[in-house]
């Protein structure tokens, strides 16, 4: 079975960012900039948030660290977003979710410019995609897309199923592979009959956020499976499949960690750069 390395393809996106970024660094005149917004102490998005830090750094974007505590008012986060919106050295501004319960991210996420939200999490980012018009893509399904293309991986004609509707993950993933042609079928918490779908999947998409939900008797032979989930357990990080099990039948699997992790971080510096080219060219 191959194994798709999540972990390679993003280091070969994060060298052709670097390379882009020293390239037109002279001409443009400053770095590409991510303002991260990490609100209160949640240890997991504390790691995500010094993970994507350091690979700002890595490839040449400066980014701007907002530490805010669980306290912080809507108000103040507002005004922290609308402050980051007119400064013109920010390309891209990431507020880390999930936010402090009294805290309304929705609110948050459509206060940011569609412009800078590099996320992909904007209405009206999400409305350019449903209708196939350029703009951010969510990280995730999008580097799930980038890793696919890496290995050569055409979808074009394919059944999809992908287990789980998120706004982040699910929904977003269906209208980019019915983009690139796939017949997709979109499964959730209520669907019938959900290993009779998954049987007759070219391409499985697992996105539930529970261990070992996608067993090898699920997957039709010679199938690709993609797995989106990160569960943390006493054995470390594991994703929504049964690896071992399924390694046996299928094509071509992610692995968790070192599969979809690393593409999401990866794209989300492609839309950085992607918005730092654009913004320095009306300029
Ligand atoms: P979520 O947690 O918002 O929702 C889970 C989804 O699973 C729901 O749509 C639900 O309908 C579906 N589901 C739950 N039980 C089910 C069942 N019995 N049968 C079929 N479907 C069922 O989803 P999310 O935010 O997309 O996260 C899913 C997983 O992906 C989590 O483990 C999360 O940590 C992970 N994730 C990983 C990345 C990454 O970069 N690798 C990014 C985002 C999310």
Same mark, same amino acid.
């Given at each position: 079975m191959l194994i798709l390395d999540g972990k390679a393809a993003a280091a070969n996106l994060r060298n052709k960012l670097k390379k882009e970024i020293a390239g037109q660094l002279g001409e443009v005149g400053r770095k590409p900039g991510l303002a991260v917004i990490l609100v209160g102490q949640d240890p997991a998005s504390a790691v995500y948030v010094r993970n994507k830090e350091k690979n700002c750094h890595e490839v040449g974007i400066s980014s701007f660290g907002y530490r805010l505590d669980s306290d912080t008012s809507q108000s103040d986060l507002e005004d922290l977003i609308q402050k980051l919106n007119l400064d013109?050295?920010?390309d891209g501004i990431l507020l880390q979710l999930?936010? =402090? *319960?009294?805290?309304?991210s929705q609110k948050c996420l459509e206060l940011i410019l569609p412009e800078k939200d590099v996320d992909g999490f904007h209405p009206e980012n999400v409305g350019r995609l449903t209708l196939g018009l350029p703009g951010f893509r969510s990280c995730t399904p999008a580097g799930i897309m980038t890793l696919l293309q890496a290995y050569d991986l055409s979808v074009t004609g394919k059944d999809c199923v992908i287990i789980g509707r998120s706004n982040i993950v699910g929904k977003p993933l269906a209208l980019m592979l019915l983009g690139s042609n796939a017949t997709v079928t979109v499964c959730h918490s209520?669907?019938?009959d959900l290993k009779g779908h998954v049987l007759q999947a070219d391409f499985v998409f697992a996105a539930v956020?529970? =261990? *070992?939900?996608?067993?090898?008797?699920m997957v039709k032979p010679g199938a690709v499976v993609v797995d989106v989930g990160i569960n943390r357990t006493e054995d470390g990080l594991v994703g929504d499949c049964d690896f071992e099990g399924i390694r046996e039948k299928a094509l071509a699997m992610t692995p968790v960690?070192?599969?979809v992790g690393p593409m999401t971080i990866a794209q989300l510096l492609s839309n950085t750069v992607d918005s730092w080219k654009k913004r320095t060219s009306q300029t």
């Open positions: 013109p050295d920010v999930p936010l =402090p *319960g009294h805290l309304d209520r669907t019938s956020g529970r =261990p *070992g939900f996608v067993t090898a008797d960690p070192g599969g």
